[in-house]
């Protein structure tokens, strides 16, 4: 059987991750089909007996004989049989695999994407604060009792809100996420592992098969010159037995385990990519935490400020109120966004680890 191995590489993103190319249903599903058709036609030529016809000649003196039958291997029928239970394994160590993949491929994707929708929201409600912000700036200034600086620092928050806006929305349309598994990702790795270790037995068993075989040969022989009257039919069993055989299996047996100990170190498998992955979610966490702190303690700052000009009296305290206030909207958002990163990042954490 063909082993395939599968390549990918995880990008670092806005939330550490970027999509890349998937694996659907449809792919799982032409590939059983191309791995089952190639093993049914194995299994019907190892299963069918061989027809042979030709002519010999027994001994030196005595007429030729024309000979036509048919033979069957013993070996060869048992491979058939196994032959098909190794493209089936293989079929579901495919589907297995690919489906890990997926999750590795398009997890923090699909986070991102989360993210930004959210932060969609958060643009939206910080959007109706300003606009009451500024109707009431529009009000004072009709009545001369603030000054045009306000408006125009409310105006300038909103241009950026309308540009984060914009970007966002970019962002999350450059995102594709298929639909994934809802499987966690810790019992897709089992599943994958021990659909591999059944493969490797199959094929194992498989290449056993070669070093015996048990051949039946039944046909008949006819004497060609002069011919005879009479078709003679004829049989032989042959027994066939490889001498190194116990080398041989001593051999796939540490195939077998250098398989294992291959597929724990190989960068390309589910099994080191998830590992990975767990560690980008964690450096992830750690960065989303940091930048949340940093944003908290400027809320802090900005709250002590606001409460110096609560009830601003003044024209000129009235323009800084507002101007904290405007701060105050965008960096809410930005607080709201990581700590939102955070909970999904350490939810994803808890479900696939």
């Not at 059987?1 to 032409?30: T, Y």
């Not at 930048?291 to 024209?315: I, R, Y």
Request: hydrophobic letters at 40%; charged letters at 20%.
């Amino acid at each position: 059987m063909i082993r395939n191995a599968w390549r990918f590489v995880l990008a670092a993103g806005s939330l550490c991750a970027a999509p890349a190319i998937s694996w659907g249903q449809a792919d799982q599903q032409a590939y059983c089909t191309y791995v089952m058709e190639q093993a049914q036609a194995q299994r019907d030529l190892l299963r069918t007996p061989m027809a042979t016809a030709g002519f010999t000649q027994p001994e030196t003196g005595l007429p030729t004989q024309l000979v036509g039958g048919a033979t069957l291997g013993l070996s060869d029928y048992r491979k058939a049989g196994i032959t098909m239970d190794v493209a089936r394994k293989n079929c579901e160590l495919y589907k297995t695999t690919t489906g890990a993949q997926q999750i590795i491929q398009y997890g923090l994707a699909s986070l991102e994407k989360q993210a930004l929708l959210n932060r969609l929201a958060l643009i939206e409600a910080a959007s109706k604060s300003l606009e009451a912000l500024m109707e009431q700036a529009s009000k004072m200034l009709e009545a001369q009792n603030a000054t045009r600086l306000t408006l125009f620092t409310l105006q300038t928050t909103k241009i950026k809100l309308e540009a984060d806006r914009t970007d966002t929305r970019s962002k999350i349309t450059a995102i594709y996420v298929p639909p994934l598994s809802d499987q966690p990702l810790k019992e897709l790795v089992a599943q994958k592992e021990n659909n591999e270790e059944g493969e490797q037995k199959a094929l194992d068993k498989l290449s056993r098969q070669n070093n015996w075989d048990i051949i039946l040969t039944v046909g008949a022989h006819q004497q060609v010159n002069p011919v005879s009257y009479g078709v003679q039919p004829y049989g032989e069993v042959s027994v066939n037995y490889n001498l190194a055989s116990h080398a041989v299996n001593k051999h796939l047996d540490r195939a077998a385990e250098a398989h294992d100990e291959w597929k724990k170190v190989q960068e390309s498998d589910v099994i080191r990519q998830t590992e990975v992955l767990r560690q980008q979610l964690m450096d992830c966490v750690g960065v989303q935490e940091a930048k949340l702190a940093s944003f908290q303690e400027q809320s802090k700052l900005l709250e002590k400020n606001l409460q110096l000009v609560a009830e601003p009296d003044t024209s000129a305290a009235f323009d800084f109120h507002n101007q904290l206030a405007a701060t105050q909207l965008l960096l809410q958002i930005e607080t709201a966004d990581a700590s939102f990163r955070i909970d999904r990042l350490r939810e994803y954490l808890i479900k696939n680890y």
